[in-house]
């Protein structure tokens, strides 16, 4: 099991970027799928991009193809989410997930990771 800390949240003009952070701590020697999901008020968590354990692979959904980047720094245990191109219909608490596991593994169902953070609020206004 991971702790996972979120940040790098805020306010932001549509058309603007923003990095989130997810930064983990813990059993941190044992290999680990990461992945961030987003959930809205009155709907369940969507998923948005996941990295493999050996940051080769990675699978971002399709409203976020093209504008958001995820990446893993295995030295500092730490994945980010670079996303570009915001619009107001990101808005959303997002939250990352840890799931144990080896290679090329990937979830992008929400009941596939074990381990969550807190999340961080993205708000995109015009």
């Known amino acids: 099991q991971v702790q996972l800390a979120e940040s790098g949240g805020g306010l932001v003009q549509a058309g603007n970027s923003l990095r989130l952070s997810c930064v983990a701590t813990g059993h941190t020697k044992s290999t680990y799928s990461m992945a961030w999901f987003r959930q809205t008020p009155g709907k369940g968590r969507e998923f948005v991009a996941a990295i493999s354990p050996d940051g080769a692979t990675t699978h971002t959904s399709d409203a976020v193809k093209g504008r958001f980047t995820i990446v893993r720094d295995s030295a500092d245990n730490t994945v980010y989410l670079q996303m570009n191109s915001l619009k107001p219909e990101d808005t959303a608490v997002y939250y990352c997930?840890?799931?144990?596991?080896?290679?090329?593994?990937?979830?992008?169902?929400?009941?596939?990771?074990?381990?969550w953070g807190r999340g961080t609020q993205v708000t995109v206004s015009w």
């Open positions: 997930a840890a799931e144990w596991a080896e290679g090329s593994w990937y979830g992008i169902a929400s009941s596939e990771y074990s381990d």
